[in-house]
């Protein structure tokens, strides 16, 4: 959890890592007590055979436990190689499953058959690995149970030269023959655990090193509370590329005037929601800073400066657990009464209240349309009630009239305590309300300034809107 985000776009599969890294502690656990049994039950089987005189069973049964010590050390790594196949199979195999939530875009596109093919073609290599894994197994547990075996025959005879010598009594033979087994039975289990032990803690060392790796965005060591009076933001100079993507921003330079609402507006991709990533330090910069009132944030706890910053974000996700829940995650302090107003000015108080257990409904991954997700979102910064607000694409999904009415309850919102409020979106009438637009191109701002300025500029912002009116009078 305390990584960021670059590790959470780059890695997969954390929950069966972390489920995987669990093993090995309860592995140590079991293993301590049983090899503690084992070791004392050890002592008393070869000080029996001391005790009996059957020197020569002791030093053949040494001699069987030494080579089967070392052949078990490098069957092993083996074992670990086949194992370790089955294990990246499996990961392919589930990773594959993934798609069994996409079902409706597989049925919808005709992907059933080939679906079923692929799943067919990764089944075959899971269970491959899998019979390779047992296969090798059990050779190797087969060679280690015939040497253990012709120990075990060895010392019988020589057990058998000391009772015709006149050397061991008929019990004396009973009591050899009892140790001697109880000698091999407990070092191939001891060999067993201590082997399987080894390759879960290997696999455990990966896992816990990568979850205990260094996040790349961290407080710093003097990292301070972020002090908001005004909250004006700018960004300088800032260079930024992500992990496994494109350079975004190159020296992007901006300065927004406190308190004001603000539109960002721009072609899909041109960086409007990485400016909101930035913001709130989900990726850092390569270079060039951030300031909020002065302050930058990267001196700043990263704590306080989410406590500064409500979203909605353009891709809402809610946790599968009741709508109260989802809702009041933004502010656990609030009362249930403080929750059904800001979801009256999202206006999804009514909605959730159709539900059959309103507000205590279980959310499930297609229960909300997109529209009433994004009311949901915004229902939840509301309930925050941070000084900086980050509106993207917030109405996209919602329809026009639902959109202006939570447009007219927001608006004084927006300005109220002196409040900045970011509104990133496509539909240009969701910005009417805004004091300064900034239209971005490729990561460029090309124009800042009132709509009125902006228009008069007859440059990019005026291509857009004037491209939109007239779309929208020859009817396309
Ligand atoms: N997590 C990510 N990893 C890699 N590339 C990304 C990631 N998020 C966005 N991008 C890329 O960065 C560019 C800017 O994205 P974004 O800020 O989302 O654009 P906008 O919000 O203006 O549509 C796009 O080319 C996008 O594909
Ligand atoms: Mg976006």
Same mark, same amino acid.
């Given at each position: 959890?305390?990584?960021?985000?670059?590790? /959470?776009?780059?890695? &997969? *599969?954390?929950?069966?890592?972390?489920?995987?890294?669990?093993?090995? %502690?309860?592995?140590?656990?079991?293993?301590?007590?049983?090899?503690?049994?084992?070791?004392?039950?050890?002592?008393?089987?070869?000080?029996?055979?001391?005790?009996?005189?059957?020197?020569?069973?002791?030093?053949?049964?040494?001699?069987?436990?030494?080579?089967?010590?070392?052949?078990?050390?490098?069957?092993? &790594?083996?074992?670990?190689?086949?194992?370790?196949?089955?294990?990246?199979?499996?990961?392919?195999?589930?990773?594959?499953?993934?798609?069994? /939530?996409?079902?409706?875009?597989?049925?919808?596109?005709?992907?059933?058959?080939?679906?079923?093919?692929?799943? !067919?073609?990764?089944? !075959?290599?899971?269970?491959?690995?899998?019979?390779?894994?047992?296969? #090798?197994?059990?050779?190797? &547990? *087969?060679?280690?149970?015939?040497? %253990?075996?012709?120990?075990?025959?060895? #010392?019988?005879?020589?057990?058998?030269?000391?009772?015709?010598?006149?050397?061991?009594?008929?019990?004396?033979?009973?009591?050899?023959?009892?140790?001697?087994?109880?000698?091999?039975?407990?070092?191939?289990?001891?060999?067993?655990?201590?082997?399987?032990?080894?390759? =879960?803690?290997?696999?455990?060392?990966?896992?816990?090193?990568?979850?205990?790796? =260094?996040?790349?965005?961290?407080?710093?060591?003097?990292?301070?509370?972020?002090?908001?009076? @005004?909250?004006?933001?700018?960004?300088?100079?800032?260079?930024?590329?992500?992990?496994?993507?494109?350079?975004?921003?190159?020296?992007? &330079?901006?300065?927004?005037?406190? *308190? !004001?609402?603000?539109?960002?507006? *721009?072609?899909?991709?041109?960086?409007?929601?990485?400016?909101?990533?930035?913001?709130?330090?989900?990726?850092?910069?390569?270079?060039?800073?951030?300031?909020?009132?002065?302050?930058?944030?990267?001196?700043? !706890?990263?704590?306080?400066?989410?406590?500064?910053?409500?979203?909605?974000?353009?891709?809402?996700?809610?946790?599968?657990?009741?709508?109260?829940?989802?809702?009041?995650?933004?502010?656990?302090?609030?009362?249930?009464?403080?929750?059904? @107003?800001?979801?009256?000015?999202? =206006?999804?108080?009514?909605?959730?209240?159709?539900?059959?257990?309103?507000?205590?409904?279980?959310?499930?991954?297609?229960?909300?349309?997109?529209?009433?997700? =994004?009311?949901?979102?915004?229902?939840?910064?509301? %309930?925050?009630? %941070?000084?900086?607000?980050?509106?993207?694409?917030?109405?996209?999904?919602?329809?026009?009239?639902?959109?202006?009415?939570?447009?007219?309850?927001?608006?004084?919102?927006?300005?109220?305590?002196?409040?900045?409020?970011?509104?990133?979106?496509?539909?240009?009438?969701?910005?009417?309300?805004?004091?300064?637009?900034?239209?971005?191109?490729?990561?460029?701002?090309?124009?800042?300034?009132?709509?009125?300025?902006?228009?008069?500029?007859?440059?990019?912002?005026?291509?857009?809107?004037?491209?939109?009116?007239?779309?929208?009078?020859?009817?396309?």
């Amino acid at each position: 959890m305390d990584q960021s985000c670059d590790f /959470h776009d780059t890695t &997969s *599969g954390i929950s069966m890592m972390v489920h995987q890294a669990d093993a090995p %502690a309860r592995l140590v656990g079991e293993f301590a007590i049983k090899a503690g049994l084992d070791t004392f039950e050890l002592c008393v089987a070869v000080t029996g055979l001391v005790y009996n005189g059957s020197y020569y069973a002791l030093v053949s049964q040494i001699i069987a436990v030494t080579i089967l010590m070392i052949f078990t050390r490098f069957a092993w &790594s083996g074992l670990d190689l086949a194992i370790e196949g089955r294990t990246a199979a499996q990961k392919d195999m589930n990773n594959y499953l993934e798609s069994i /939530h996409l079902w409706r875009t597989v049925k919808t596109f005709g992907g059933i058959d080939n679906e079923k093919n692929g799943f !067919k073609k990764h089944s !075959k290599r899971y269970v491959e690995t899998f019979r390779h894994a047992q296969f #090798t197994e059990i050779i190797i &547990s *087969g060679i280690s149970s015939l040497i %253990a075996d012709i120990g075990q025959l060895i #010392t019988m005879s020589g057990l058998e030269v000391q009772v015709k010598e006149g050397k061991l009594s008929m019990s004396g033979l009973y009591f050899g023959v009892q140790c001697s087994e109880r000698i091999k039975l407990l070092t191939k289990s001891y060999i067993s655990r201590l082997n399987n032990l080894g390759y =879960q803690l290997r696999n455990a060392e990966k896992t816990v090193g990568l979850l205990n790796s =260094q996040p790349s965005v961290k407080d710093s060591p003097g990292a301070t509370a972020l002090k908001t009076h @005004k909250n004006k933001i700018e960004f300088h100079k800032v260079t930024f590329k992500y992990p496994q993507g494109p350079t975004v921003f190159r020296n992007l &330079s901006f300065c927004w005037p406190c *308190g !004001k609402i603000i539109a960002l507006v *721009g072609e899909t991709g041109s960086g409007k929601s990485t400016i909101g990533s930035l913001l709130q330090r989900l990726y850092d910069p390569q270079t060039g800073h951030i300031t909020i009132d002065g302050q930058d944030i990267r001196n700043i !706890k990263q704590s306080s400066l989410h406590e500064a910053i409500g979203e909605v974000p353009q891709n809402v996700e809610l946790f599968p657990n009741s709508v109260m829940y989802n809702i009041r995650y933004a502010n656990p302090s609030a009362s249930d009464d403080d929750i059904y @107003k800001v979801c009256q000015i999202a =206006q999804i108080h009514e909605p959730i209240t159709k539900l059959e257990r309103g507000y205590q409904t279980i959310v499930t991954p297609n229960m909300f349309s997109g529209g009433e997700k =994004q009311r949901i979102a915004t229902a939840r910064m509301l %309930a925050k009630n %941070a000084p900086i607000w980050i509106l993207d694409e917030a109405t996209s999904a919602i329809d026009n009239i639902t959109e202006l009415k939570i447009r007219q309850r927001l608006k004084p919102l927006m300005n109220a305590r002196g409040r900045t409020t970011i509104i990133i979106a496509h539909r240009l009438s969701t910005i009417d309300c805004a004091d300064i637009i900034m239209a971005l191109r490729d990561g460029e701002v090309v124009e800042q300034g009132t709509h009125d300025e902006l228009m008069k500029l007859r440059g990019h912002y005026y291509n857009l809107r004037s491209s939109v009116t007239s779309k929208l009078e020859s009817g396309i």
